[in-house]
């Protein structure tokens, strides 16, 4: 029997880890604070595991579920989107990418971390994003243009997130430059980065390739909601 790689169920090894802090949960399933975000997981497919997934979410409430092994939902819920994902690795040392715009990004940003997000979609955003890692940022009069940081995290893995550029500055590199200095982070820690992508989104497989990142796995994604 093959043995599972921690970054199978990235969401289940994190929050059994680096995030421990922040579970919610039990021993069969475990998620993040609502407000924080909807990431959810179980360990195994096991009945029980699956059942107890169910009632980490409210009548109403979301949970959100990446692995490698297919999914299964608790009775009562329904699944909102489903897609498939890439996971990529970069095994090895990136290019260099320091640049004196780029500066970390603190509690004060929060808000206009969350508005750039929404208007560029790299992902589930939240106003609590930073409680998953340090972010950096680039302003350009005063308005934050460019930004990526960190979320999951297992034993010597950390995960590229949040990267994203507003509309009107793209084409300028700074999508790859922000992407760069994120794992340059990463990897000054000690860990190796590995980052998530719809399967779909070829132009940011591509960008990602160019850097340095391969595939690892293809991954199952689903937002589900519960009834009621």
């Known amino acids: 029997m093959t043995m599972a790689h921690l970054l199978d169920r990235p969401i289940w090894t994190t929050l059994n880890s680096r995030h421990a802090a922040l579970a919610e949960g039990g021993r069969l399933a475990k998620r993040y604070p609502a407000d924080m975000s909807a990431f959810a997981a179980t360990?195994?497919?096991e009945v029980e595991s699956i059942a107890a997934l169910g009632e980490l979410a409210e009548p109403g409430g979301t949970l959100l579920l990446v692995q490698?092994?297919?999914l299964a939902f608790p009775a009562g819920f329904e699944a909102v989107i489903q897609a498939t994902l890439v996971q990529?690795?970069?095994?090895?040392?990136?290019?260099?990418?320091?640049?004196?715009?780029?500066?970390?990004?603190?509690?004060?940003?929060?808000?206009?971390?969350?508005?750039?997000?929404q208007l560029t979609k790299p992902g589930p955003f939240s106003l609590r994003a930073q409680d998953f890692g340090p972010f950096w940022g680039?302003?350009?009069?005063?308005?934050?243009?460019?930004?990526?940081?960190?979320?999951?995290?297992?034993?010597?893995?950390?995960?590229?997130?949040g990267v994203c550029t507003h509309p009107d500055v793209?084409?300028?590199g700074l999508g790859r430059l922000m992407s760069l200095h994120g794992t340059q982070k990463i990897q000054e820690a000690g860990d190796t980065a590995y980052l998530?992508?719809?399967?779909?989104?070829?132009?940011?497989i591509r960008l990602y390739e160019s850097i340095g990142f391969r595939l690892r796995e293809t991954m199952n994604m689903a937002i589900i909601r519960r009834e009621g």
């Open 68 to 70: 490698k092994d297919a």
């Open 138 to 161: 680039i302003r350009a009069n005063g308005r934050l243009v460019a930004m990526a940081g960190q979320r999951l995290g297992q034993e010597g893995f950390r995960e590229l997130s």
């Open 196 to 204: 998530h992508a719809y399967a779909t989104n070829a132009p940011a």
């Open 88 to 117: 990529m690795v970069a095994d090895s040392a990136v290019a260099f990418a320091d640049d004196e715009r780029i500066r970390p990004l603190g509690r004060a940003d929060a808000a206009d971390m969350l508005e750039l997000a």
């Open 43 to 45: 360990g195994d497919e």
């Open 170 to 172: 793209q084409g300028q």
